[in-house]
């Protein structure tokens, strides 16, 4: 039965690390991984490759129940691979990002991916990235855990990210985004973005990634799960 197969949740906000850990740590225990975020993205490219409608609710639900796609541990950082092709940098294109937008306001696509989400729950266990994971989709997973960081630090992440890219950005402006989009997200009527009630809060903001696993792969040991 899938609820005996191990969870570990990790919500939090955008720029909180929750990618990378997760990445570390299904590569570290040898478990599936699950980009919860991605999903949306995906689901719009894989209706556009096929020519469907995005106000085609009931089409694209059926392209969201049946995504064959995978998330991939690299040292790098994670591979998303879509019915065998490797769509990792096509996912964070503006355009995708476009239909995404439109596919997440469908509720039969909502209820869909929820379905999709919990199907990565397989042998040996799996680590999910998300918003919601601990508080919706996996509300039974034994490690839980919300990891966080204060506005101005995942600010300023996010502006070494797009500044070793070449893009030059506002860190003022991407941190009042950034603040704009937690209080939309916190107040949201479905599924807001808050710690599960028995989650370990965990703050990066003076961490490194090598400290949170570490304490992230504590939790697990103490929870018996390896």
Not at 128 to 155: C, H
Not at 167 to 181: C, F, G, H, N, V
Not at 216 to 224: D, E, F, H, P, Y
Request: glycine share 8%.
């Amino acid at each position: 039965m899938s609820a005996l197969v191990p969870v570990i949740t990790v919500d939090g906000p955008s720029g909180a690390g929750k990618g990378t850990v997760c990445a570390r740590i299904a590569a570290e225990l040898g478990w599936h991984l699950l980009d919860s975020g991605a999903l949306y993205r995906i689901t719009g490219l894989a209706a556009d490759r096929r020519g469907i409608k995005l106000d085609d609710e009931s089409s694209v639900a059926q392209v969201a129940a049946g995504l064959d796609v995978r998330f991939q541990p690299t040292p790098d950082g994670v591979l998303t691979i879509l019915e065998g092709d490797d769509v990792t940098t096509t996912i964070r294109t503006e355009e995708v990002g476009s239909l995404a937008s439109q596919v997440a306001a469908l509720p039969a696509v909502r209820e869909a991916l929820l379905q999709r989400q919990r199907d990565f729950r397989s042998s040996p266990g799996v680590v999910a990235d998300g918003r919601d994971m601990g508080t919706v989709v996996f509300i039974d997973a034994p490690v839980k855990v919300f990891l966080t960081a204060s506005a101005e630090e995942r600010g300023r992440r996010r502006h070494k990210q797009l500044t070793e890219k070449g893009i030059s950005a506002s860190l003022p402006a991407l941190i009042e985004d950034i603040q704009a989009r937690d209080e939309r997200d916190s107040n949201r009527a479905v599924a807001p973005l808050k710690p599960a009630q028995d989650a370990l809060l965990i703050d990066s903001t003076s961490m490194t990634i090598d400290e949170v696993c570490d304490q992230i792969m504590t939790l697990v040991r103490t929870a018996g799960l390896i």
